[in-house]
């Protein structure tokens, strides 16, 4: 079956380190996004690349980065500059064409303590 | 710049009954689209409908649908004959005529449960 690949579904991180989640899709999209949701708000716009090799940042992209050397993976790494990092991840992938919906991933939820 | 609002943080209805989830926004854009997204308690999204503006006709999808009113800027959607598999937060989203999915704005989301 085609879909998006998220792992780990849980993360633990000490504040200070850096940390990848992973994202991996089998649904042959050129495009693919990095959300971030936290408790009682919408789904925030972090990163998104519609073309292998190249990525722009969103809403929110300070204190991540990303890169996109492959169709199929889209691993955002989130570092020790952001400065809450604890919250729920989501990455999605879609045909980048006006209309097209989102597919997600299941999440990463990440803890920094 | 576009916004979504969800008015309702929490509702819940008896299964088998009907329920109606609010979403207003706000645009000046005359073509747009809109979206109801589903996150359920294992928390992958999942698109629920969608409904293009030009369009009058309401969208459906089996027990869901749209109440589309430009004019107000308004897309509630109502869910038929409720299940207990309907419990999830539902997402209204907005996408703009120049954008593809990296123009979504999303409101905050109403968490439906549904009692048996």
């Known amino acids: 079956d085609g879909g998006i690949t998220q792992s780990p579904k849980y993360l633990f991180r000490k504040e200070g380190q850096n940390v990848t989640l992973s994202c991996e899709q089998n649904?042959?999209?050129?495009?693919m996004y990095w959300y971030r949701q936290d408790p009682g708000q919408g789904l925030r716009l972090i990163y998104y690349s519609q073309i292998v090799n190249d990525f722009q940042k969103g809403d929110i992209a300070e204190g991540y980065s990303v890169s996109r050397e492959k169709k199929e993976s889209f691993p955002l790494t989130v570092t020790s500059a952001q400065k809450n990092p604890t919250a729920f991840y989501l990455c999605a992938s879609s045909i980048p064409t006006i209309n097209s919906p989102l597919h997600f991933g299941n999440g990463t939820r990440l803890t920094v303590t | 710049a576009q916004t979504v609002t969800q008015s309702q943080p929490e509702m819940s209805v008896q299964e088998a009954e009907t329920v109606t989830l609010s979403c207003t926004y706000d645009t000046s854009e005359n073509n747009y689209y809109l979206f109801w997204y589903k996150q359920p308690p294992s928390r992958q999204m999942i698109l629920v409908i969608r409904q293009e503006a030009y369009k009058q006709q309401n969208a459906t999808e089996n027990r869901f649908s749209v109440n589309f009113q430009k004019a107000a800027k308004s897309f509630s959607l109502k869910i038929s004959d409720s299940q207990l598999g309907d419990t999830a937060m539902y997402f209204c989203?907005?996408?703009?005529?120049?954008?593809?999915?990296?123009?979504?704005?999303f409101g905050k989301g109403t968490k439906l449960t549904v009692n048996p």
């Open positions: 649904l042959n999209h050129d495009a």
């Open positions: 989203a907005f996408m703009g005529p120049q954008g593809g999915s990296e123009k979504l704005v």
